[in-house]
């Protein structure tokens, strides 16, 4: 089974093209799986793997209080995984058929008002070259809704301000290319002119947004600066890179912008991802509602 995950890890690398934090929790959620076949099914052969076993599992996981949302995901994990395995070769047959997933719990994204984000994004020294880039990262993520992953891995060359937009390699290394407001692109200009010289010392490279060290911001560097930023900015709300990306969205939604733009926009697959900010519209306008009607 070691054998047919490093195969299989290959095949998604090389064949679809997936990112290295795909990657890694596909890789996290097959591990964990055959460690359990191994420890408590006591199974060792692939062959052996029947839908009982499988079933037992998403159950193992259930009494160690993983959500729904979890269990799910795993489960999709190891039905590819075996179903790439029946395709190779490497068993013959596919015991994760005929296993619904779980029901999961349908949770609207959490997104800031317009004050909030006024207020984040204020909350950077723009004195100072840290502050200034962190003020530029805050700009270019609420201009664009990337996701953080793509912020942090882009290059000069990917930055066309003169003609206003970004070039973005997401998941599945597709290509899309997103409008960037004058605001930002104002922000962005003054980040590379005043701040960038000074934060890359004596390295080279065309990493845009870079560290005090003069290297590759890091995902997890830019959440600490987000929460320590967001606790200056008095924001009580759970915030995270994603929830910017969720107000990019719903406040163009709210704003009348046009679903198939905001898809392209954000680089979903399906639209269907795209449409629960629609939702989040509604709900917001309710709460609107209930607030401000005099007979509410």
């Known amino acids: 089974m070691d054998k047919a995950l490093k195969e299989y890890l290959h095949y998604l690398l090389v064949e679809k093209g997936l990112s290295s934090n795909t990657l890694e929790a596909y890789k996290r959620d097959i591990t964990n799986y055959i460690q359990y076949l191994k420890n408590v099914e006591q199974i060792q052969d692939v062959e052996k793997v029947h839908r009982t076993n499988i079933v037992s599992f998403l159950f193992y996981l259930k009494e160690k209080g993983k959500a729904a949302t979890t269990v799910s995901r795993q489960l999709s994990s190891l039905r590819s995984f075996h179903q790439f395995m029946l395709r190779e070769g490497l068993s013959t047959h596919d015991p994760s058929t005929l296993i619904d997933l779980p029901k999961a719990e349908k949770r609207l994204p959490k997104v800031l008002n317009m004050g909030e984000v006024e207020a984040l994004l204020d909350s950077p020294d723009s004195t100072s070259p840290l502050g200034l880039r962190n003020k530029a990262m805050l700009e270019m993520l609420y201009a664009t809704g990337l996701r953080v992953t793509e912020l942090c891995s882009m290059t000069l060359s990917d930055l066309h301000l003169q003609m206003g937009f970004v070039r973005c390699i997401g998941k599945g290394n597709k290509e899309r290319i997103i409008p960037l407001g004058k605001t930002a692109s104002n922000v ?8 960038r010289p000074k934060l890359l010392k004596t390295q080279r490279h065309d990493v845009l947004f870079i560290n005090h060290h003069g290297r590759q911001m890091s995902r997890q560097g830019f959440w600490k600066v987000l929460k320590s930023l967001a606790k200056d900015a008095k924001i009580e709300k759970e915030l995270t890179p994603h929830t910017l ?22 680089g979903h697959a399906d639209i269907s991802t795209t449409q629960i900010y629609t939702h989040v519209s509604k709900t917001r306008l309710r709460d609107v509602y209930a607030n401000y009607h005099p007979r509410a």
């Open 188 to 195: 962005l200009e003054m980040y590379l002119r005043k701040s």
């Open 245 to 266: 990306r969720h107000s990019f969205a719903t406040h163009l939604l709210e704003n009348g912008a046009d679903l198939r733009a905001v898809q392209e926009m954000l």
